[in-house]
């Protein structure tokens, strides 16, 4: 190393120190409101949630934010303070992130069957805590309502739900009935009937055809996927490319930061020892 590096002289970059601080700063605001939103949802639902905590968006929000948090306070702090162990963990950890993504992507693409599983066991125990949260509730209607289906297989995957359920011990009034987002509701409409999918899995599979969408929703939401391949591909890219310039800032700081350590060592060292 040159001997005329003085003290003023710098290898961190402040244009990379900034641009990655206000880049995790933005990413730290969306963290807190996005935990503001879930703390509100599970305060207003009480114990309720408690039914249904796997699929319970409140608190899916709450671990998301969470973890996003966590994350952009490393990038944050450790950008603005040079600090390589903060730098380092937010560097590690946002790429682990990313590997297990891009792992996830793999294994459902080989393993679809597989996959398939999975998300029908989660849709049949959203199924029958539908009336035990509200948020879910209200998740499970807006999609049945968007790809026009109906339950997870089958309309009749509703009697998994113990206020639907079609056996003759059941005291509901929504016996043997679907949910209203199930139904078949013109656009003139201005009034939803709610209990136009009152008895229909007594009705064989033509005849309730008539009254509500039959299809199951998985195959709807899987040949949605099918048809819109590159739409998801570039919402995938949308997330990747975030991840990879933090962690990409992230490293050329911290190199910079060992060059500029190395840097006051050697000058250190010089001062005490000129004929070094």
């Keep these: 190393m040159p001997r005329t590096k003085s003290d003023e002289f710098t290898f961190v970059s402040p244009a990379v120190k900034y641009l990655l601080f206000f880049f995790n700063m933005i990413f730290w605001v969306i963290a807190l409101i996005l935990i503001s939103i879930g703390v509100y949802s599970r305060i207003v639902k009480h114990e309720t949630a408690l039914a249904c905590l ?22 944050c702090v450790g950008s603005l303070r040079e600090n390589i162990c903060l730098l380092q963990t937010f560097c590690i950890v946002l790429s682990i992130i990313f590997l297990l993504q891009l792992v996830a992507g793999v294994l459902g693409f080989f393993f679809s069957d597989k996959a398939r599983g999975k998300v029908t066991e989660m849709v049949d125990s959203a199924i029958k805590n539908y ?8 998740l499970i209607d807006y999609g049945q309502k968007q790809f026009n289906c109906c339950g997870g297989i089958s309309y009749l995957d509703w009697s998994q739900n113990m206020y639907f359920n079609c056996s003759n011990e059941n005291p509901s009034r929504e016996r043997c009935s679907v949910p209203f987002s199930c139904c078949l509701i013109s656009k003139e409409e201005t009034v939803i009937n709610t209990m136009c999918g009152h008895g229909v899995q007594l009705l064989e599979y033509l005849a309730a055809g008539a009254y509500i969408n039959t299809n199951g929703c998985i195959d709807k939401v899987v040949n949605w996927v099918h048809s819109n391949l590159f739409l998801l591909g570039g919402i995938a890219l949308g997330l990747a490319i975030p991840q990879l310039v933090g962690i990409l800032l992230s490293q050329i700081l911290i190199n910079q930061i ?3 350590i190395k840097l006051q060592n050697y000058n250190k060292q010089h001062r005490s020892d000129p004929w070094s």
């Design 54 to 75: 796997t699929v319970d968006p409140a608190l899916l929000l709450m671990i998301v934010g969470i973890l996003i948090f966590f994350i952009t306070f490393c990038g």
């Design 131 to 138: 009336r035990d949260d509200i948020d879910l509730q209200n």
């Design 258 to 260: 060992q060059d500029q």
